[in-house]
């Protein structure tokens, strides 16, 4: 017989299934267009439901995008766990070949959103606040790997470079949603390998 969930557990799950729904539905629909009634009904909840874990549109999107970064850290962190600075770094450089359906679905919510925080301030701030996060958390793998000592002066510090290969991803992530059959994501490896102090990025 299964436990029964607690309320706690209950509204986690909940929570969960909505952020599901409305990464969905905003990159379906768009970010303006989309409506709380639409991310409620592709959860199987109540407009209520929603509200009652979220104040906004705005802080659906903010949880969105904080979940996939505390996501990517512990990714991060259980594949650079216990190994050296040549590793970490080898590591980091890993090609992609192509976007998953969950990394095509963040990069339409990303564009979508950044349009909307451009025009918000409220929405700008936050927005701003979860991708310093992510930059500082790239500096620190960044000095983990030995960057500092790899490549010499004159050098970017790891912040500056940490915001470099936020742009670097970022861009070539949109322009292989638009022309995916000439956009090489792999190319990100190679530019990196020069840029951290490795001359060839790892194979595989």
Do not use: C
Request: glycine share 6%; charged share 30%; net charge negative.
């Amino acid at each position: 017989m299964h436990e029964r969930l607690s309320r706690q557990e209950r509204k986690s799950q909940t929570r969960e299934r909505l952020l599901d729904a409305a990464a969905q539905v905003f990159a379906q629909r768009g970010f303006e267009a989309a409506s709380i009634d639409e991310v409620a009904a592709a959860a199987g909840y109540t407009k209520g439901a929603v509200y009652s874990n979220f104040a906004s549109k705005t802080d659906l999107v903010i949880a969105l995008i904080q979940r996939r970064m505390e996501v990517q850290s512990a990714q991060y962190a259980q594949r650079f766990a216990g190994r050296d600075s040549d590793g970490i770094a080898r590591e980091m450089l890993k090609s992609v070949d192509e976007l998953a359906e969950s990394e095509r679905q963040f990069v339409i919510l990303a564009v979508e959103f950044w349009l909307h925080a451009m025009r918000d301030e409220r929405a700008r701030v936050l927005i701003a606040e979860q991708y310093e996060v992510a930059r500082t958390f790239v500096g620190k793998f960044l000095v983990d790997s030995g960057y500092e000592t790899r490549v010499p002066e004159p050098r970017l510090e790891p912040r500056e470079m940490a915001i470099v290969i936020e742009a670097l991803g970022t861009g070539l992530a949109m322009q292989a949603l638009l022309d995916p059959g000439r956009i090489r994501l792999g190319i990100e490896a190679d530019v990196m390998a020069k840029l951290v102090g490795m001359s060839e990025p790892p194979v595989g």
